[in-house]
């Protein structure tokens, strides 16, 4: 019996863990990071992942061990999270010798009153020595100073802030006569003017002590216990730093972008946010130039106090987005230490593998895809796993996060302990489908924490009835399909393409997909579309592929952006003039949108999705001819796929269908069509141009899923399903049927060397 076939049990999260890469070649090292919440030993061991569906009707889950020693038993320690985002600026002398001051900055608070918030702070975390302007629990700006942790004073505006509104807020401190004073200041454009709020404190004799060694921080504060406390929510713009008290309208005129950066004598910092903004930095345009750092990815490339109809892109109009807003949930990296480190062994052969960690009943797989070696052989085939589209997904908690999940899947939702500890756990970070705690919508994804759905075993939320599988575990199907057909295959992954470009494919005569490549960077899209016009063969067994475009960080490892601009199925939408990528300025959105719509590569695009039933395919006449006559050999049925593990069919779950107006190829054989779709099925909004009654999948002939052929000029060709459930009727049976038989017909003509004859683009 294979290794884990017995451990067909609900998972366990008591272990959690992930590794520096998702990717890597033999000899090459990866590090591994875990935390025990609970075990105090646990073993790790190398496994290959074949087939990850732990459904009973499934064709059975296997994983295979490798026989390498990765040490062990290791020593279980518990290494925490700590979200939120902030800027931090190392201890500087400059900052010692205030003992008079102005500290101000434009704020937009997202939640005020929802616990305190700093905008501002210098302190001490052990002593409590320093100062810090900062939102209260009831939403006032409150300025604070401290000797030590018992010899402090406070003053308050005594004025609640308004959510999504810009202030000007102000902190001044005069040494000479110990007077405190606070400051709010609502700034356009909100329409009503409303009065200054201020406050003012004499008598404090205690100025901040000048021997404080401490960072300047902005929107938190440093913490004893962890890297920074009482978190902002909200943007904020132009923190800046003077060594004098200055009047309002002193602040207003210094306020703005451009203005007394370096030719005001008593300016210490300014730190202006619309520089630099691909960048994880906070630069400081004083002659000091105390640069910062940003921590956790805040959002960059959002529109300040000047954001306006005329700015769309910030490239062009820089000043106009001169604002980080900022999250208490923000997390790029979990920043573990490394447990133990596994070089790749030589000679293993490419393929989907992971880390395992267990302790009794408790497990934690990291996934990792083993390439083969750079300038060694390579198989004919490579199955290209969608590790953005995990990315894009990655810890989703849509299964209790989501009202209307049960109304998309038209059944009740069953939970698992997956779905409650996702729930429990916030700290694990978000994704493309959810929105921050201040409602604002998720831009980044970061692999560089444990992706707890990103596992073998693992039971979703809208992989339809049966076994209910999504992403990294429905792909499984397709690699365990592999394996049944006996073809040799490497696996490779979409950082690895999106790097590497199209010399990661060139030696390969055929590259399959996942169930679901949904998100690919103008650099993917670029070698998938010359692999195939150069003559490659492309296998496409997925639905709703190709569809949001996606930037990776050009320094940051691990990390991507997507802002679903326009229209789409999406979680929400982003702001006005915020549809351009921070990391590299590239208009985001649909690729549709985008001028590359999927028909162009793989003859279909997204058209709907429903996630109750799936429904079967009917042949058309095109399937007779006699250039696809090698897919259907030994086929002879006119239904295909009326079974399936992925809602009871192959058409299902998300479905791409032809649209010659949007690039589908003249001389592509549509195959076959699904047809008795559910009313569960809708069109998606990029298609929906006048909301009318008949858009359901038992009344609008757009709601299908189409098969297709067809070739390409340089002897290559492309065959796709237009559906994410195909994979799931692949496995249906033990692989043996019908849907399978189809694929594999594909594969294999597919990697065969003999050229495919190009009809011409005007052939029927």
Known sequence: MPKGAGQQREMRVRILAYADRLSARPGEAVEIKASCDGPVRYEAELVRIVQGDINPDGPGYREDAVDVDLGGPFEGRLQPIHTGSYGIVEDNEAF?????????????????????????????????????????????????VAASAAVASSVSTEVPLQAQRWYLVVATLSAPDGRMTVTQHRLPPHPLPAPVATMTREGWASAVPTDVAAPLTVAARPAADRPAERHF??????????????????????????????????????????????????????????????????????????????????????????????????????????????????????????VRLHADDDEFYVPLAVLPPRDGPKAAAAFLLPTASYMAYANNRIALDVPETEIVIGRLL?????????QEHPELGLCFYDVHNDGSGVFYSSRLRPVVDMQPKIVGALGGTGSNLWQFNADTHI???????????????????????????????????????????????????????????????????????????????GVIECRKSEVGIRAFAPLPGEFFASFTGEYTGLWRRNGRPPNRLVGVGMVSQGFDVSAPYRRTQASRDARAAFIFEGVDDEIIGDFGLSGGGAAGLELDAVDHALGTPEHALVLASSERHTDVYLMTPEDILDPVPGLGGTEADIIRSDMVFFETPGGGAVFSTGSIAWAGSMAWNGYNNHVAAITANVLRRFIAPEPFSFPGATAE
């Open 414 to 422: 069953e939970h698992n302990k997956h779905n409650l500890f996702m």
């Open 479 to 557: 690699l365990g399909w592999l394996e049944h057909c006996g073809e040799r295959f490497d696996v490779i992954t979409d950082e690895d393409l999106h790097r590497e470009g199209l010399s990661l494919l060139e030696n390969y005569r055929v590259v399959l997909t996942g169930s679901h490549p949904e998100y690919h960077s103008a650099a993917m899209l670029d070698a998938l579309e010359a692999f195939v016009h150069r003559g490659g063969r492309f296998m496409y067994l997925g639905g709703n592929g190709f569809y949001w475009r996606i930037s990776f960080h050009p320094t940051l490892p």
């Open 233 to 354: 929510n909200g943007r904020l713009e132009r923190p800046s730093l003077y060594a004098s008290v200055l009047s309002l309208d002193g602040m207003i005129a210094r306020l703005e972008v451009g203005s007394g950066s370096t030719g005001d004598d008593d300016l210490v910092a300014a730190w202006d946010f619309s520089i630099d903004i691909s960048s994880h930095r906070m630069v400081d345009v004083s002659h000091r130039r105390l640069d910062g750092g940003l921590v956790n990815l805040p959002t960059r490339g959002v529109t300040g106090r000047h954001g306006n109809a005329d700015a769309f892109c910030w490239r062009q109009t820089p000043e106009r987005y001169a604002a980080i807003h900022f999250h208490d949930d923000d997390l790029y990296d979990a920043g573990w230490e490394t447990d133990f480190a596994l070089e790749i062994p030589n000679g293993l052969r490419s393929g989907l593998y992971a």
């Open 96 to 144: 010692r010798d205030l003992s008079t001051f102005t500290a101000f900055a434009a704020i937009w608070p997202t939640m005020p009153g929802e616990g305190p918030q700093t905008i501002i702070a210098r302190r001490d975390p052990h002593t409590g020595a320093g100062f810090e302007l900062f939102l209260n629990d009831s939403g006032v700006l409150e300025f604070s």
